[in-house]
């Protein structure tokens, strides 16, 4: 559907100038010398010009004698709405904005691109922009933006938010750091925007790696809905800037757009697949090794090194980096024995020693490569004195190109060393100044081995009354609420199929006493009022009562003190409640919403665990099973659910039921902008879970 | 002391060669080329030969008819004792071993160079290797090493345990990427270490900043009270490498020596003050701000950029460092927007948009350098299209030079960038591809602003009964036993002036609770035994025993199991002991020691938060009173000693008059090898600490 904007048959460029400091003028001297002119038509758009670089001007796109395929518009924003109307009137599919002052630059913008969204859409035109730097392919080839000269072909595809990152993107693919099959530089992203783009690079026979900066997703849910395909079929690696406090005021200020939570956006990565990078290096890091190499099919690493101490430096890295290093063989050890001075290490790291040549780099990388136990090869190089900087580099480069598991490099060192790093970039074998940097790249690797081999996690769907919900919040607004609790929350929580404590309304000190026998003492007894949140506060809570004695004292008691203190409230009388049973763990499941993702769903173990230790994780609703089970295994007191100190292991079902039906709740209404189960106590296996307290807010 | 190393009146090579394929080739050719012939007297060794490399040479060293500074020596190994003791003759005070086939090379190595250290100590000649490249001072200039050519002058001062990164560190700073003071690779450490290196190097006026490679310290606590005072002076940053099992296994395999493990390394460095590069790449993007750039002075960054997206990374990655992005005067504020066009930003951080040519950026570096709130800038630039770069970075170097404050920059990109990059590497500007990476350079230059202030905490020592201690230690020992607890441990902690709860032995049940009624009940009874180390095992203990029948059932059932399941067990007793009082937090504080640095002291939140979250903190003893305080901060659950959910604080001083009287009696007693007090239960601040329970071991 994209199709336009990478491989158009002809591409007019409105605003197309004769002046090299013009905008307009990159612009097509890119199509001319990016090789597009071999390929399709260009047609300067330029009223006042017969012909720019040897190329037939037009005044209008109306007067082109052909169809048009993509239109690039570089002409001051006043008349940019008027051209893309001319665009649609020509039948063009697709353009692509370059010119600024739109959102980015005020209120006024703001309306221009509103504008200008409405005519894209009324002409059926698809637009990247406005406010960008344009588009690459350079497979076509075709360079459609002003871009100082054309990056080297690759199998990585990137789209920036940003276009200035673009630049610098694009001036390491010149010095030969990285080759692009697609570069995109989204700017205000009115109408194509990142998942878009996602969508068409899956199935791009180019695109082994899709790279993403951005600074905000127009659509959480939707992203994550085509990203978790798009990421079964190859990897994805974000950067999502402003995330920090300062970080997110100065995307506002710079994008003018509401920024989701960072623990949103760590959430919804996650469940999608998305390989997040912390810095923009570990971004090229990752997707330079996942572009160039095969995938990894394990975890255990292969070191070849000609220096101890950057061995054990890279060892340390993939040990940290939770890689493993790999047991060879006897056989491989053996040979490599033999064949290797006395004074080397034939075990992993494979030290081939100081003085070692081509030949000795050679054979222990074969041996190493040929292992079963194999999985992936680092190779490590200091430059020393007899070391053969080329004749490796090439050596390397043959055996990455012969056999299916990757093989990444650390040359150490630049003067000398960079005639061999050049080397093995021509092969494609990515090169890391410093082992640590490697052993991140594996590590991004392994974990996209596990993302592509996830299991099918299904979204399950739970019998529940929505219908006595929907109800209820009726009921509430009707009465002017928003908050609601106690007896309320008991029923929603019956009505999603989980497990409150049995509790019901006494309105008399007797009748309670009646409730209590039935339900078993002891019981805990709270006013029931729909005026009084912070029922501690006005001594509304008691708990541990053991007899009907004990029980109409608190209920006289808590009666009294509402009414002297609170004499507005009304008050329903007190509920009495089922004291749960000792013996429980206190975990908490709480939801607020995103402005970007919507539902984030917190898990994590009650009381200080949470206040202190901030020990929670979040996950975006819906989520499927394995996201919660997930969840589980995710926070740092894990174990606690495990048993420790002779403890029995949690019902974990339990909680991973309880945070799915809550998923399914808070995605059933979008009205509920906050909740908390606290605390949610959990019994050992097999003896569920109880949700002692809920509280819930609902939007205005 | 270490003088003739760096700065010798003259150089003898021992094994000078006129095979350019050879070692002894190199190192004299260095000397030459490096510029040293022109500095002092070069006198090549070589009994055959008359004259290399235009230099007349000589027989032996004793034929040299002036006095030598200091000898080079790169002959086969087994000749090198010998050398070395004619050295020792003509009276060398230096000498640097570059050959190999010592302690790295097996047993028959280690004993050689157990012969060399001999002959050293007897000649009193300072050695430094063998097995190394050599040493480098490009002040002097004296290049006394095998390196391909010489590395450029610069602040840096590098000591490497290994060579091989050495070669890859010169080959670095060969491209330009670094400048060094001096070189040190120091092989196998047989005299000249670390220590004596961070000894000369700290009043060396040529080296702003120490950088270490190390593998592992010869004397950690030598180590400690050298680079404690050195790091008053200037930076040291180091990397210890062999931190993970994987690693320190490659370690032992590589050096041959018993790792110090990673929490020891951890505490000292941090007590010492010297800065911890978790990777190669850190140590010297840290190493590059400090040695180039004046002391940052607080931790308020001001950010220029040309670029949005990059300026939210910057902003992004300083916060998450924990610096603080400056708030600037009002003043600059209107200066700036005065200046800037209107859709520039003129807060931090400044974007002097896409379009901005030299003078914009340099009108707002001019502005945020002048800001009093501002302690360093940044100047993030992207390769756009106006972009004046080399004009930019000459601005950057200009301003540098003339203004204390540090400068960094981050110009990303390299095609078009590197002209840029390149002017500002001429003057001292360190620059970074990512803002991440000067996001930690300054994170660094502030924690080294803290360690160069920090207050001259004392090492406090308490009045304690040392004989009474020894004297215990002598009767376990007597009695054959090396396990010390209960009764014992609490005479240990009296004699330490630490508060064990009341006790004392009863040997009969009346006893038992004439005892109580002394101490008050509610009590805990606990069994007597030197045999019993597992009390709970054998229903040995028994807690809130109320009254006098409760103790005495408790008694008789507990000696009767003792008899029938242990009986050949001694049994002294019991133990009546007082009940802590409710309201305490239990915090554990122990120590094991470390082969490398002695008694390590541990402190952390009892149960479960040891346990399961591992959340500990350590220091080597002795330390300060500053280190015990900030290890009560550095737990992740610190807010827990400050009271969560009403809780008071608790009595931190008891905690921290345990951890120094602990760190006093473990570095009093070399021949503890492991303690534990668990728990030692804090009470309110004022309210004290009583320690329940402590377990010692002593060595065989």
Redo the contacts between chains.
């Keep these: 559907m994209l199709k336009p904007f990478f491989e158009p048959s002809s591409v007019a460029v409105i605003g197309a100038s004769r002046d090299p400091a013009k905008?307009g003028y990159?612009v097509l001297n890119n199509l001319v010398e990016g090789g597009y002119v071999q390929k399709g038509a260009v047609y300067p758009i330029n009223p006042k010009a017969d012909e720019i670089l040897g190329l037939a001007a037009f005044a209008s796109v109306l007067d082109v004698p052909a169809d048009i395929d993509l239109a690039v518009i570089v002409i001051p924003y006043t008349y940019v709405p008027a051209a893309l109307r001319v665009c649609g009137e020509k039948g063009i599919p697709a353009a692509i904005v370059i010119s600024a002052g739109f959102r980015?630059?005020g209120m006024e913008g703001l309306e221009r691109e509103r504008e200008l969204i409405a005519i894209a859409k009324e002409c059926d035109i698809r637009l990247i922009g406005p406010n960008c730097l344009g588009v690459i392919d350079t497979i076509t080839p075709m360079n459609a933006s002003?871009s100082?000269?054309t990056p080297p072909s690759g199998p990585m595809s990137f789209m920036?938010?940003?276009?200035?990152?673009g630049?610098?993107?694009?001036?390491?693919a010149?010095?030969g750091?990285l080759g692009l099959a697609k570069f995109v530089s989204l700017g205000n992203k009115a109408d194509v925007s990142e998942i878009d783009l996602l969508e068409a690079w899956a199935d791009d026979p180019n695109t082994n790696v899709i790279m993403i900066?951005t600074?905000g997703l127009p659509d959480g849910q939707e992203f994550m809905r085509v990203a978790r395909e798009v990421t079964r079929k190859k990897p994805v690696v974000a950067?999502k800037?402003?995330?920090?406090?300062?970080?997110s005021r100065?995307?506002s200020?710079?994008?003018g757009s509401l920024a989701g939570s960072e623990q949103a956006y760590q959430a919804a990565f996650r469940q999608a697949g998305v390989l997040r990078a912390?810095?923009?290096?570990e971004l090229f890091d990752v997707a330079l090794a996942m572009g160039y190499q095969p995938l990894l099919q394990g975890d255990r690493i292969g070191i070849v090194t000609?220096?101890?101490?950057?061995?054990?430096?890279a060892?340390?890295?993939?040990?940290?980096a939770g890689m493993s290093?790999a047991r060879f063989e006897l056989e491989t050890m053996q040979a490599l024995e033999e064949f290797l001075p006395g004074?080397a290490?034939a075990?992993n790291?494979v030290?081939v020693l100081?003085d070692a040549r081509a030949d000795r780099y050679k054979f222990a990388l074969e041996k190493v490569a040929q292992d079963p136990n194999v999985d992936g090869l680092l190779v490590v190089l200091?430059?020393?004195?007899m070391t053969e900087i080329r004749q490796t580099a090439t050596d390397i480069g043959e055996l990455a190109k012969r056999i299916d598991k990757p093989v990444i490099a650390s040359f150490?060192?630049?003067?000398?060393?960079?005639q061999g790093i050049d080397i093995l970039t021509e092969y494609g074998v990515p090169n890391y100044?410093?082992?640590?940097?490697a052993a991140t790249a594996y590590k991004a690797m392994s974990r996209y081995l596990q993302i592509k081999n996830r299991p099918l996690s299904e979204y399950v769907s739970f019998d529940v009354d929505k219908q006595a919900t929907q109800d209820l919040f009726d009921s509430v607004r009707e009465a002017e609420r928003l908050s609601i609790g106690d007896a309320e929350a008991k029923a929603i929580l019956e009505a999603y199929g989980l497990n409150p404590p049995q509790s019901r309304l006494a309105a008399t000190p007797s009748e309670a006493v009646e409730i209590a026998s039935q339900i078993g003492f002891p019981v805990v007894l709270k006013i029931a009022s729909p005026d009084i949140l912070h029922k501690t506060d006005v001594g509304g809570v008691k708990v541990d009562l053991r007899n009907g004695e004990e029980l109409r004292d608190a209920f006289e008691l808590m009666t009294y003190r509402a009414q002297r203190y609170l004499p507005e409230a009304r008050l329903w009388g007190c509920q009495v409640q089922e004291m749960a049973p000792p013996g429980g763990l206190e975990v908490l499941v709480g939801m607020n919403r995103d402005p970007q993702f919507g539902p984030l769903v917190t898990f994590g173990l009650g009381?200080?665990y949470v206040?202190?230790?901030k020990d929670v994780t979040f996950r975006v609703a819906p989520f499927t099973v394995r996201d919660a089970e997930m969840m589980l295994a995710e926070i740092?007191?894990h174990?606690?659910l495990d048993g420790?100190?002779g403890q029995p292991p949690v019902d974990k079902k339990a909680i991973v039921n309880t945070l799915l039906r809550i998923g399914q709740l808070v995605t059933d209404f979008p009205e509920i902008t906050e909740l908390d189960i606290n605390p949610l106590i959990v019994y050992p296996q097999g003896q569920g879970a109880i949700a002692i307290d809920m509280r819930l807010v609902l939007s205005e």
Excluded: C, K
């Design positions: 905008l990159a980015e630059a002003f100082a000269g920036s938010q940003s276009g200035a990152l630049t610098a993107i694009l001036d390491w010149q010095a750091r900066y600074e950067i800037s402003g995330v920090t406090d300062s970080g100065a995307v200020s710079h994008t912390q810095t923009m290096e000609n220096a101890g101490g950057p061995g054990i430096l060892t340390d890295a993939l040990e940290r290093l004074a290490s075990a790291p030290d100081g200091t430059p020393q004195a150490m060192g630049e003067a000398v060393v960079s100044s410093f082992p640590e940097r009381g200080i206040e202190t230790l740092r007191a174990a606690l420790v100190r």
